[in-house]
């Protein structure tokens, strides 16, 4: 083995790395400005209510929801006075802040990918190795790129949590348009509808569980790269969770890690929730 040429995969990213930093700050500068005022926005909107006027939001919203007053209401009220109670509460918005954004940014780019990979197969062929690609590579590896590209902060914690949640809602869309029944496309082809009409009148909500499936998933793993984040400067909970292994501080991790959950479990129910409800 020691006869065969190395290929010089190192020296070619290095280079390439290298070269983009050099020369494409013209695209990387807007999008890490916008992403810093969008995170921005949204981090002092949920800031600036107090407390506890959000808390009462947020459980109005879960009763609209679900129709109960008991089970996830009761825990969403609970869960967020625990939070409050144990001062993590600008942690926690901090960290929803970055969810939301990470989040937002991987729909809006993942949902119209998906839908092209069902109109089209060749895209799909072409795109699915992609996707294979961004799930499997270890989540720490897409903190070097976000780091060498946009610094350190809140921005390249959002790009690394948009290219590791993406890929569920890219792939549930793509199947949740695939699995639409061919006798309703052609009863909507019959009927003389156009290709906007058929996706937006037929497809997409058909495929709206499916596709809020993905949704679900994006956020979920969105939050899953919270305490990564904070390894790059990212603020929120995750930077409680990352002080105390630093320091050994087995109280401090677990209740940062506790809020981590209680915030997970709210997200995870109420989007749920929010599709389970009939209009």
């Given amino acids: 083995m020691n006869n065969i040429p ?7 990213t ?43 939001v947020l459980v109005g919203l879960t009763v609209y929801f679900t129709k109960k007053i008991w089970g996830l209401p009761v825990f ?22 970055l969810i939301l954004a990470a989040s937002l940014v991987a729909i809006v780019i993942g949902i119209p990918v998906g839908i092209w990979m069902a109109k089209n197969s060749t895209v799909e062929s072409i795109v699915k190795p992609i996707l294979d690609f961004m799930q499997t590579m270890p989540a720490f590896v ?9 610094g350190i902060g809140m921005v390249p914690g959002i790009i690394a949590s948009v290219i590791f949640a993406m890929p569920p809602v890219v792939r549930l869309t793509n199947l949740g348009i695939r699995e639409v029944s061919t006798e309703l496309i052609e009863a909507a082809d019959a009927f003389g509808s156009t290709g906007a009409q058929k996706l937006f009148k037929v497809q997409i909500p058909l495929a709206k569980n499916t596709i809020m499936q993905g949704v679900n998933q994006t956020i979920m793993l969105a939050l899953s790269m919270v305490v990564i ?22 109280g401090m991790g677990f209740a940062s890690g ?21 209009h």
Avoid at 78 to 97: A, K, P, Q, R, V
């Fill in 76 to 97: 969403i009220l609970f869960g967020l006075l625990l939070i409050w109670n144990l001062d993590f509460w600008e942690g926690t918005m901090m960290t929803l802040s």
């Fill in 142 to 150: 897409y903190l070097i790129p976000a780091v060498s590209f946009f």
């Fill in 14 to 56: 290095d280079t390439m790395v290298s070269y983009l930093r050099q020369n494409a700050q013209w695209i990387f500068e807007p999008i890490s400005e916008f992403l810093d005022t969008f995170v921005g926005y949204i981090s002092d909107a949920l800031l600036f209510l107090p407390p506890w006027v959000l808390i009462l």
């Fill in 258 to 278: 506790l809020a981590i959950v209680i915030l997970a479990i709210i997200l995870d129910r109420l989007i749920q929730a929010m599709n389970r409800r009939k």
């Fill in 6 to 12: 190395q290929i010089p995969l190192v020296e070619w």
């Fill in 229 to 250: 984040a904070s390894m790059i400067g990212a603020e929120g909970l995750g930077t409680e969770v990352y002080r105390a292994i630093g320091r050994n501080q087995a």
